[in-house]
């Protein structure tokens, strides 16, 4: 089989401007950035905002193996699948950060044939978005800096300075830095550090924003440091937010692309799920609610991630109702949280996938019976999955009355999806939608977070560090114990642990710190050694890439 990249450099993309006027967009409501992509006008859903939504179908996945189990690929081989079936149909996802790219797990642009296209565009600097994250978020740090070396009105501590920087690459010599270093006149020094662009508050508050007004009201909330005396300073009050949000204004708006076989992606936002809410724009989701019958979207990493964030945090501000999810699963992850590692992952072992179906069931019972979802088991098959190995967890769905399809959308494209397809369809159609988020704005904060970590994890409780405490006191002293949570932890495991595969059992999870995000509108607890800065591992994936005489890219997946 050719790589990502070679597959993609053979399609023939469509024009963007046909993708558009497929979806009813008139001209003035894009503006085409090259002739495969294109940015849409905010107008175009203000203009719509009376039409009927259509159905939004939610792809998740169980807890993964470090390099994935085929999420996006399911999404837009799903897509395609649909779009086969003639059904009206687009995908919504994530931006990829460079992070990823040029580290381990490699781009988010799906793969083999269930891509979105350009690929090799969309997984580097695409229109931008990111590069105007990175730039509006270290502005704010310029100005907050600046305003404390020019005189420091405010009052601000020094050593409660909570807003650092920013870098869309993964670096770990950055995560703790000493800023100020010299004479007086490179300003004061204190220690700080970077995060990883796509953990910006920035970035979720435009994923999170519904217009340019709510954009320049939430970055006007965005938390930066605290006075002497205690008292909060927001970016409001260093007189930035108009500022940022020019520098925001291409951003906010989705982009339109398509997949390897022509259906409308957008493609807009790209937070992490494990140190941020894991889900593309309102905006975007919301657009293509507006211009076809079916948008498939996801969340990243698994269904007490991406998903739970989806359905506690994003869809009750906006009043989306998923219409199915679609719950990816793999042999080789099943085998995984069977006992195998990693490097024994492709050997034939049906007992252990039987012996790793607990995760499966885990996350089936949080989507169908906590949150009232009706679900449909995608189970992506790689080349090296045995006959058996497959027929352990259909055999074990059919048992749980779960709807289940092998998916071949990486090896056929649409054509592997047909069934997976046909089984999301009747499932709309029949099953029955109950769903309810876990918690409400009036839940404690506490049991917000107890909720998670006992109903979504399987914890036995929650242990708090002194640090923790402090700040969580803190956080409803100011007023924000209502907002909703959005957890920070490992996606390898269901618990705050990595290690512990499988469904962990007695175990506590331990918050050791919260962050406020009253921008984004949540709050950000933090369970375990969670990095927001990650590291290149020791075969970086940008040691495979290259540019060619004639500007074609290889290496690239």
């Not at 179908?57 to 897509?79: F, Q, R």
């Amino acid at each position: 089989m050719l790589s990502d990249i070679e597959i993609a450099q053979q399609a023939k993309m469509r024009r963007i401007s046909a993708v558009a006027a497929e979806l009813g967009l008139a001209e003035d409501e894009y503006e085409p950035y090259g002739h495969y992509k294109a940015k849409v006008a905010l107008t175009a859903l203000s203009k719509r905002s009376n039409q009927p939504d259509g159905k939004l179908i939610y792809v998740t996945a169980i807890t993964p193996t470090p390099a994935g189990e085929g999420k996006t690929c399911t999404a837009v081989g799903l897509t395609q699948a649909l779009g086969r079936l003639g059904k009206k149909v687009a995908v919504a996802l994530r931006e990829p950060s460079l992070g990823p790219t040029f580290g381990l797990k490699g781009g988010a642009a799906g793969g083999g044939y269930a891509q979105v296209l350009p690929m090799d565009e969309i997984n580097l600097h695409f229109t931008g978005d990111l590069h105007a994250v990175t730039a509006a978020h270290n502005l704010l740090a310029a100005v907050l800096e600046n305003h404390i070396y020019q005189g420091n009105e405010l009052g601000i501590d020094p050593k409660r300075v909570l807003w650092q920087r920013v870098l869309d690459i993964s670096d770990r010599q950055l995560r703790r830095i000493i800023v100020g270093l010299g004479p007086k006149s490179n300003g004061v020094m204190r220690e700080s550090g970077f995060d990883i662009t796509v953990a910006s508050e920035i970035m979720a508050v435009l994923c999170l924003a519904t217009g340019l007004d709510d954009l320049k009201r939430r970055l006007g909330s965005i938390l930066v440091a605290y006075t002497h005396e205690g008292t909060p300073v927001f970016a409001r009050d260093l007189g930035v937010v108009g500022a940022l949000a020019v520098l925001l204004k291409e951003a906010i708006k989705p982009n339109l692309v398509q997949t390897l076989e022509g259906q409308p992606a957008f493609i807009h936002g790209g937070p992490f799920a494990n140190i941020a809410h894991g889900n593309n724009s309102i905006l975007a989701t919301k657009l293509a609610l507006k211009l076809v019958d079916y948008v498939v979207t996801e969340g990243g990493f698994a269904s007490d991630l991406g998903a739970e964030k989806f359905f506690d945090l994003v869809a009750p501000q906006y009043g989306l109702k998923p219409a199915v999810v679609v719950l990816v699963a793999s042999v080789r992850a099943l085998k995984n949280h069977g006992g195998v590692t990693m490097d024994r992952i492709a050997d034939p072992d049906p007992t252990a996938v039987e012996a790793g179906l607990g995760n499966l069931a885990k996350h089936l019972f949080n989507l169908r019976e906590i949150f009232g979802l009706p679900v449909v088991v995608a189970l992506n098959k790689f080349p090296t999955d045995d006959p058996q190995e497959l027929a352990v967890v259909l055999d074990f769905c059919q048992g749980q009355g779960v709807p289940a399809a092998v998916s071949e959308v990486v090896a056929q494209g649409g054509a592997g999806g047909i069934q997976l397809a046909e089984q999301v369809l009747a499932t709309i159609q029949a099953a029955e939608n109950r769903f309810s988020p876990l918690y409400t704005a009036d839940t404690p904060l506490e049991d917000k977070i107890a909720l998670l970590a006992t109903k979504i994890y399987g914890a036995d409780g929650v242990t708090y560090t002194n640090e923790a405490r402090k700040a969580l006191a803190e956080i409803k002293e100011l007023g924000f114990g209502h907002l909703p949570v959005c957890m920070a932890k490992t996606q390898m495991s269901l618990s705050d642990n990595p290690r512990l595969k499988g469904v962990p059992r007695g175990w506590e999870l331990t918050v050791r710190d919260l962050k406020l995000a009253a921008g984004a509108g949540f709050i950000i607890v933090m369970a375990g050694n969670i990095l927001t800065m990650p590291g290149l591992p020791k075969t970086p994936a940008a040691q495979k890439v290259d540019l060619l005489p004639d500007g074609r890219i290889v290496g690239l997946f």
